[in-house]
């Protein structure tokens, strides 16, 4: 096994284990730690297909942002000690059943569908492209999306500070 | 040169200065403080570092037993993680460096925001009301500075035209940055200081009000990673700004780059120190107004006037 091979497989497994301890933790923090590690092998698969744009993206933003607003919130509401019931075992038969069958439909579409491997370098795009197709008003360029999502976040950001603010009496 | 043998040097250096900080904050916070400081053990103290490094491997090292084993465990290794995996991406000579990428500053702070975990994690492991408090401040405090500290670093993107942080050593053959991106400079600056929370930003782990703050609960080696973990730090944020605004490894060619390199790096570690030794403490709806109120309109308008010069030049 090559070494490449090797880092897969432990992407791979770490990334299987750590989403099933993810949703079956009875600890909440603990559940979110493990959803850490899975964004980070996730970004650790980005960077083996030499990908690395979007593997620091990844880093960034999942890994390091929203997982630490995650965290932020849960010390701010629950206690160390607090633990959720266990689930019942009719609804983890039923949920179980549910994952399976959609990894199956997955699998199946996956085996399904023939893959080619392209003519393409695998090479890394240069910043600078990425930059302008993100301005890019053209058919294949971002800014659409991109203000969407602006104006998005900044009804976010008013919406907060109307809640977070005090109300005179 | 072989890939091992330059990983195994780099953290061999890092590693090593790292340690050596220890004793040299000792013995210049005592010059500035007008003392001795450590001059027993070896000569000049030297040997200091490495008594302490025996007492604290064999200090008994305590899991609490009300905390959270796991992750309480887990906490003071995500700090070293991250900072030492962050010098890979850092250039010390123009062929001497682990991984040159195009998204080199990127992966820096990517990094940096992942150390935020090591102290969350652990000051709420520890289930200690002071670590906890310590946890929270220090969740806010580098969740804060991180957004200046990446606002502050697109000017000199923008005038190197790249994340690679060799391909920005490149860009400064005429003029360093720090000349060009003085404001983006100082935001970095204290930015970094907040990040690494060293004094005066040590507001995590105030020993007056919280003993000392997410790592009350730490003993041996634990402590230990924490510890070395800061002078890493101190180490990464000093060799980041010798980089990006002071030319890296350039420097006439009488000495080898990488002697410029590391002078350049000890002049910031020393600041730091000289930083401890002189300033107090502020407080904690301070440290949030000046970021809020005056870094980041500072880091914004560095953005807006660096971009309109370059277009203006273009």
């Keep these: 096994m090559s070494g490449n091979q090797f880092m897969f497989y432990l992407f791979g497994a770490v990334i299987v284990i750590f989403s099933i301890l993810a949703v079956t933790s009875r600890k909440i923090l603990r559940a979110a730690v493990f959803l850490l590690f899975v964004l980070i092998a996730t970004s650790g698969l980005y960077f083996m297909l030499n990908y690395q744009f979007l593997a620091a993206v990844q880093l960034t933003l999942y890994a390091g942002g929203i997982v630490v607003l995650i965290i932020f919130s849960i010390l701010l509401t629950s206690h160390i000690s607090e633990k959720f019931e266990p689930i019942k075992p009719q609804k983890s038969i039923f949920s179980a059943l549910a994952a399976i069958i959609g990894a199956v439909l997955c699998i199946i579409t996956l085996l399904d569908y023939n893959f080619k491997a392209g003519n393409a370098i695998a090479a890394d795009l240069d910043m600078t492209v990425i930059g302008k197709a993100l301005l890019s008003y053209k058919y294949d360029g971002y800014i659409l999306p991109f203000e969407v999502i602006s104006i998005l976040l900044l009804a976010a950001m008013i919406a907060s500070i109307v809640i977070a603010k005090k109300i005179k009496k | ?314």
């Design chain 2, 1 to 314: 040169m072989n890939y091992l043998l330059i990983i195994g040097i780099t953290l061999f250096v890092v590693l090593s200065i790292a340690a050596g900080l220890i004793w040299i904050e000792r013995r210049l916070l005592s010059v500035w403080q007008d003392r001795l400081g450590p001059n027993r053990v070896g000569p000049f103290g030297l040997f200091q570092v490495i008594a302490d490094t025996i007492k604290l491997f064999f200090k008994e090292d305590w899991v609490p037993p009300f905390s959270d084993k796991p992750v309480f465990i887990l906490a003071p290794g995500i700090l070293m993680v991250t900072i030492l995996l962050t010098f890979a991406v850092i250039p010390f000579a123009p062929d001497f460096y682990v991984f040159d990428s195009n998204i080199g500053i990127l992966f820096f702070l990517g990094n940096s925001s992942l150390g935020v975990y090591s102290i969350v994690l652990g000051g709420w492991a520890s289930n200690n009301k002071y670590s906890f408090i310590g946890a929270m401040r220090a969740s806010a405090q580098m969740l804060t500075y991180e957004v200046f500290m990446g606002l502050s670093l697109m000017g000199v993107v923008m005038m190197a035209d790249s994340f690679s942080f060799r391909a920005i050593v490149e860009a400064q053959k005429d003029c360093w940055f720090i000349i060009p991106q003085f404001f983006g400079f100082v935001v970095f600056f204290i930015a970094g200081v907040a990040e690494t929370h060293r004094l005066p930003f040590d507001i995590p782990e105030a020993e007056g009000e919280l003993i000392a703050g997410y790592h009350s609960e730490y003993s041996g080696m634990k402590f230990g990673m924490f510890f070395v973990g800061e002078y890493l730090g101190v180490t990464l944020i000093s060799a980041i700004i010798a980089t990006l605004f002071f030319g890296g490894w350039l420097g006439p060619s009488f000495l080898p780059p990488a002697f410029w390199f590391f002078l350049k790096t000890f002049f910031f570690i020393f600041v730091f120190i000289l930083l401890r030794a002189s300033l107090p403490r502020p407080r904690y709806d301070q440290l949030m107004s000046l970021g809020w109120k005056l870094l980041l309109p500072l880091a914004l308008l560095n953005i807006l006037i660096t971009g309109a010069v370059l277009l203006f030049l273009k």
